[in-house]
């Protein structure tokens, strides 16, 4: 026996019915799925065929709401959809804007890099004369690294090097102390680990190295990076940048010196060269003068 039909008998068990043979008071519940979704209660006397009437109108409205609901969960449904989905082509969006502008940005970084280092090899052989390449080239390496103290180091017979060139932007207020004419490298073992790493070596704390040691007295190096010289398969020298300020130099300063390094060592051989050969036309033209 249906919901609706049992309503309308336990009224009319509980009320009688009337002397017209109809009923006082119906009360006709629209259930769907074992689940009330609204009640009619009407008073007043009906007869079977009014109240056969009331029953088909309600079920048409449990129809009605059922379809009403059916849309508005539709509707619902599809507003959070449009919702999540202009989030996500949003966020798709900036994530693409994103990647669009640091992909920009590297290659603008990158073209200028090339650029600089293009101008850089071009400065560096525009003048063979041994000082005029060791000073373009410091004055070329702050240009892109920012240091207080760097040095262009080259190797002697043995384990010795000495100083071709230092440059101190700071001027007489730089914290950091000059660098010895001559060292035995094979007392640094910071300085020989460079000098035998190709790629260069970045310390960003000196405090934080066990094998730094400083190269002069007082004030500390606290961040320092050093890239060999190599030209025809050989190291000659080294360039080095110093900082009194840790975390001062980083991983991108050291390509960047690297890069300048490759350049630069194949000048100052190229110097060398001119210069010996500068010795021996010298040496050519006292000859010929005394013969």
């Not at 693409?96 to 940005?105: C, F, I, N, Q, Y």
């Not at 190797?155 to 035995?184: C, K, Q, V, Y």
């Not at 960003?204 to 025809?232: C, F, H, Q």
Request: hydrophobic fraction near 45%; glycine fraction near 4%; charged fraction near 20%.
């Amino acid at each position: 026996m249906s919901p609706m039909k049992s309503a309308v008998q336990s009224d009319n068990r509980r009320h009688g019915p009337s002397p017209m043979g109809g009923w006082k008071v119906i009360s006709i519940l629209a259930v769907s799925a074992a689940a009330v979704l609204t009640a009619i209660v009407l008073t007043r006397r009906f007869d079977f065929t009014t109240a056969a009437l009331l029953f088909g109108f309600v079920a048409l409205c449990t129809v009605a709401i059922l379809h009403a609901r059916f849309l508005i969960l539709a509707h619902r449904e599809h507003r959070n959809t449009t919702t999540f989905l202009e989030r996500r082509n949003a966020v798709e969006l900036r994530h693409a804007e994103e990647a669009r502008e640091k992909s920009l940005a590297l290659a603008r970084s990158a073209w200028r890099e090339a650029d600089a280092l293009h101008k850089a090899t071009l400065a560096l052989t525009e003048d063979l004369r041994m000082n005029s390449v060791l000073d373009t080239l410091l004055d070329l390496l702050h240009q892109q690294i920012p240091y207080e103290a760097a040095q262009v180091l080259l190797i002697e017979a043995g384990p010795r090097m000495f100083l071709a060139r230092e440059a101190r932007p700071g001027g007489p207020n730089n914290p950091l102390s000059p660098t010895p004419d001559t060292l035995n490298f094979t007392g640094y073992s910071v300085l020989e680990q460079a000098l035998a790493t190709p790629n260069g070596l970045l310390i960003s704390d000196t405090l934080e190295e066990k094998l730094w040691k400083n190269i002069a007295s007082g004030n500390p190096v606290r961040s320092w990076l050093g890239i060999p010289l190599s030209a025809s398969n050989q190291v000659i020298g080294m360039l080095c940048a110093a900082n009194s300020t840790p975390g001062h130099f980083t991983a991108e300063h050291l390509r960047i010196a690297r890069s300048l390094a490759a350049s630069s060592a194949l000048a100052i051989q190229n110097a060398r060269l001119y210069e010996c050969s500068q010795i021996y036309a010298a040496e050519l033209s006292r000859r010929s003068h005394t013969a």
